[in-house]
Nanobody
Framework: VQLQAFGGGLVQAGESLRLSCVVS????????VGWFRQAPGKEREFVAA????????YYANSVKGRFTISRDKAKNTAYLEMNSLKPEDTAVYYC????????????????????WGQGTQVTVSS
């Protein structure tokens, strides 16, 4: 399984961006896709995840209400729509995937995922 993330860029506070994650290789219904981010000098943190069994979505509190994760099954692509961006959202964003379903409570843990994309930089200026 391979993941390729793209769509990052430089925006001003309050603006929007949409990240895409193209998933290729052997996948099954129920394989989750997650988004994580890592800012300079900080640990990687969970942003959002989608359970492809039922399209259930889960968010970090810091992005809830501003970010939306979704997927296009036909295109094998997951999206992260980011609205009302803040300077503290500045980070490298990674998409991640795994083979096989897992309990909801594990979707926010990096170790849950077996495959990672290369990351895309998001910079929000104030």
């Amino acid at each position: 399984v391979q993941l390729q993330a793209f769509g990052g860029g430089l925006v001003q506070a309050g603006e929007s961006l949409r990240l895409s994650c193209v998933v290729s290789g052997r996948t099954s219904r129920g394989d989750p896709v997650g988004w994580f981010r890592q800012a300079p000098g900080k640990e990687r943190e969970f942003v959002a995840a989608i359970d492809t069994w039922n399209d259930g979505t889960y968010y970090a509190n810091s992005v809830k209400g501003r970010f939306t994760i979704s997927r296009d099954k036909a295109k094998n692509t997951a999206y992260l729509e980011m609205n009302s961006l803040k300077p503290e959202d500045t980070a490298v964003y990674y998409c991640a995937g795994r083979n096989g379903r897992i309990v909801i409570s594990a979707l926010n843990r990096a170790e849950t995922y077996n495959y990672w994309g290369q990351g895309t930089q998001v910079t929000v200026s104030s």
